[in-house]
């Protein structure tokens, strides 16, 4: 396999012979764009993260004590003996429309006014972030992102072969005229600027929150 290349696969079942190892031409087998595939530092991460003598302040992990445990159990068993034809059925691609409309209700509170068919529920942010990819990144088109990132977005950028290009950030998130510079550098090199990632509320893994007047400066 060529340098770089981390990928599992397996093979299709034969149940005429015992498999030995890798089928023949398995790297010829593959798409183009497996080919700079690598394996998600999140992997790693929680690899490191699980082991139990080990106290990881590097992955999100969600806080389980502060769930309410026995009222999220009533709350399922509710859903599936009133409504379980309909919850564990295929549903609406987009999401549920009721859901979608009390998504709108909550983003109206932001001063946000959306349509419910403008919102698609996604399974986790990270599947946004992959949908905004393959619908935004040309190959070589640059992204901006704060300097450091949130390493499961850059591996999804990188995915979609986006240059990402880093921008300055202090201990109020990203600093303003940093990002002129970047649009500025990055512009007169000739490159496409596609958009701005950033992550402005508990900043991963800066940890930071950006103010309200730099967001509007941004
Ligand atoms: C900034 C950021 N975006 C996305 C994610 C992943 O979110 P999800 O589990 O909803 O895919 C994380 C997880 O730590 C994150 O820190």
């Known amino acids: 396999m060529k340098s770089?290349?981390?990928?599992?696969?397996?093979?299709?079942?034969?149940?005429?012979?015992?498999?030995?190892?890798?089928p023949e031409n398995l790297p010829e087998r593959f798409a183009n764009r497996a080919l700079g595939m690598k394996a998600s530092e999140i992997r790693s991460l929680?690899?490191?993260?699980?082991?139990p003598e080990i106290?990881?302040?590097?992955?999100?992990?969600?806080?389980?004590?502060?769930?309410?445990?026995?009222?999220m159990a009533s709350v399922t068993q509710k859903l599936i003996l009133e409504n379980g034809a309909e919850a564990l059925q295929y549903?609406?691609?987009?999401?549920?429309?009721?859901?979608?409309?009390?998504?709108?209700?909550v983003m109206a509170l932001e001063g946000i006014k959306a349509h419910p068919d403008d919102v698609i529920v996604t399974t986790g942010s990270q599947q946004?972030?992959?949908?905004?990819?393959?619908?935004?990144?040309?190959?070589?088109?640059?992204?901006?992102?704060?300097?450091?990132?949130?390493v499961g977005a850059l591996g999804t950028f990188k995915q979609y072969e986006a240059q990402v290009v880093h921008v300055g950030m202090d201990q109020d998130g990203l600093i303003p005229q940093a990002l002129r510079d970047a649009i500025k550098t990055t512009r007169a090199a000739g490159r496409k600027i596609k958009f701005l990632y950033l992550i402005p509320n508990y900043q991963n893994p800066a940890g930071v929150l950006l103010p309200a007047d730099r967001r509007s400066e941004i």
Do not use: W
């Not at 929680?46 to 082991?51: C, E, G, H, L, T």
């Open 128 to 150: 946004a972030l992959d949908l905004i990819s393959r619908i935004f990144i040309d190959p070589g088109d640059v992204v901006l992102v704060e300097a450091p990132s949130y």
């Open 46 to 51: 929680f690899a490191v993260a699980s082991r």
């Open 55 to 71: 106290v990881s302040l590097a992955g999100g992990m969600p806080n389980l004590s502060a769930l309410p445990m026995e009222m």
């Open 91 to 105: 549903g609406s691609g987009q999401g549920h429309p009721k859901l979608r409309e009390q998504i709108c209700d």
């Open 4 to 22: 770089g290349r981390d990928l599992r696969v397996v093979p299709p079942v034969d149940t005429t012979r015992v498999h030995t190892g890798e």
